[in-house]
């Protein structure tokens, strides 16, 4: 009798027709778990704080018909009011808090980058987008990372929500002005978002391809996204960007659509290793790119940092190389973080800790401390924007009066 020979080809064939089928059964039980995202809500007093006024100007307000009726719950015989990150900011509008960009500055590109993956890229770019939203600003957040974790965490199920068109993969093969299409709204309504798909992996070997870098009409193929970003920039006070653990061309396209990188470091030898081989290969890209690229600041933040001795002499040694760099606040380990990655959930979205109070309150705190310290650099980045166009401005008016 002769043996059947091993066809690794059918082999395949087969396994895609019947994982196609399993992946349809899979998708079928997560829709039946859809959920829509929502905000958490607060009472008047937290508003008023949020929104930088007082509980009675709010209602004055309301009274007046300067600002919406507002939502009211049962609390025990009373009636409450309760309000949202978006109706906080629609407070702000009304008394002309809303912060913004200054006039004479444009959208800063925050990317949040480095080579080693679980350094806390995603949840600290999460969290700075969401931050700003609470705050106030317009953002635009942008999932450059396949794994589609920022994705996920607003309730989008790549492929049963997302389809061709609904990432960064057409604004960077065929169209800059595509990416309009591909942002979609979210339950912040000043926070959109570039989702990210699976099938986004495509665009690292696309773009490699060497009738790409001859392809005039795009433009290099690492300049792509900061083409495509200038469609929609104007509408936006500041883009953050999540990167995937690797520097193909999605993520060398955050790096020369940057204006400012925050480069995560948990601060174990292997990830400071590992940090040095980035900025090894940074310089390279830099001289290879010296037109594209124009980061103007990069800050080091430490992320994870456990209470060991030995975490703390890596501190010092790191603060020793790099001091300069490194923001001042730092994320340490909170088990806060690590339960509202495997629930998908940023922790500015829930009200209700599902651990201790004291561990939440500490978690938010030290989140509000980077993202300040993060924020205080945008906005050193609008000031030199600003005094830079000042002076062109008066060297401008001095040649042509001299
Ligand atoms: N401060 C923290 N304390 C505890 N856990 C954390 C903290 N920051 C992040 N984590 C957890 O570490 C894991 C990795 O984080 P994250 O996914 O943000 O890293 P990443 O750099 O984006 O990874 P990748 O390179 O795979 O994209 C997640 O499970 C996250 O919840
Ligand atoms: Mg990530």
Same mark, same amino acid.
């Given at each position: 009798m002769q043996a059947m020979r091993f066809n690794f080809r059918t082999l395949c064939r087969n396994a895609a027709e019947r994982g196609g089928q399993m992946q349809q059964r899979l998708l079928d039980a997560l829709e039946a778990r859809h959920t829509v995202k929502t905000l958490p809500e607060f009472g008047i007093e937290r508003a008023a704080q949020l929104a930088s006024c007082t509980a009675n100007h709010i209602r004055n307000l309301e009274t007046r018909g300067d600002l919406p009726e507002p939502r009211m719950v049962e609390a025990g015989s009373i009636q409450r009011r309760i309000y949202n990150y978006n109706e906080i900011n629609r407070i702000r509008d009304a008394i002309g808090k809303r912060p913004s960009r200054p006039n004479g500055a444009g959208c800063v590109r925050v990317v949040f980058s480095n080579?080693?993956?679980?350094?806390a890229k995603t949840t600290m770019s999460l969290h700075f987008a969401q931050y700003l939203a609470r705050e106030g600003y317009r953002i635009l957040l942008i999932d450059a990372d396949p794994q589609a974790t920022v994705t996920g965490a607003f309730g989008f199920i790549p492929d049963l929500d997302l389809g061709d068109g609904d990432d960064l993969f057409p604004a960077l093969t065929e169209t800059p002005s595509l990416i309009t299409q591909a942002i979609k709204q979210t339950h912040w309504d000043n926070l959109d978002l570039v989702p990210a798909r699976l099938a986004l992996q495509y665009t690292d070997w696309r773009l490699s391809q060497p009738e790409e870098r001859g392809n005039e009409a795009l433009g290099p193929p690492p300049v792509r996204l900061h083409r495509a970003l200038k469609q929609v920039?104007? !509408?936006? %006070?500041i883009i953050v960007i999540d990167t995937p653990p690797s520097l193909g061309m999605l993520s060398l396209n955050a790096i020369a659509a940057a204006n400012l990188i925050v480069m995560p470091i948990v601060p174990h030898m292997y990830d400071i290793s590992s940090s040095v081989q980035y900025f090894r290969i940074l310089e390279q890209l830099c001289a290879l790119y010296e037109r594209e690229i124009n980061v103007q600041r990069l800050s080091i933040l430490l992320t994870k940092v456990d209470a060991s001795t030995e975490t703390l002499n890596n501190i010092a040694v790191i603060n020793g190389a790099y001091g300069e760099l490194l923001l001042s606040n730092r994320m340490s380990l909170t088990k806060e973080l690590q339960k509202s990655a495997s629930d998908q959930?940023?922790?500015?979205?829930? %009200?209700?800790? !599902?651990?201790?109070r004291d561990t939440y309150n500490r978690a938010i705190m030290m989140l509000d401390g980077v993202n300040t310290e993060i924020l205080l650099a945008v906005r050193q980045l609008w000031q030199q924007e600003i005094l830079s166009g000042i002076e062109a401005t008066e060297a401008s008016s001095a040649g042509a009066s001299s």
């Open positions: 080579l080693k993956g679980g350094v920039e104007n !509408r936006y %006070d959930l940023s922790i500015y979205e829930i %009200d209700q800790p !599902r651990g201790s």
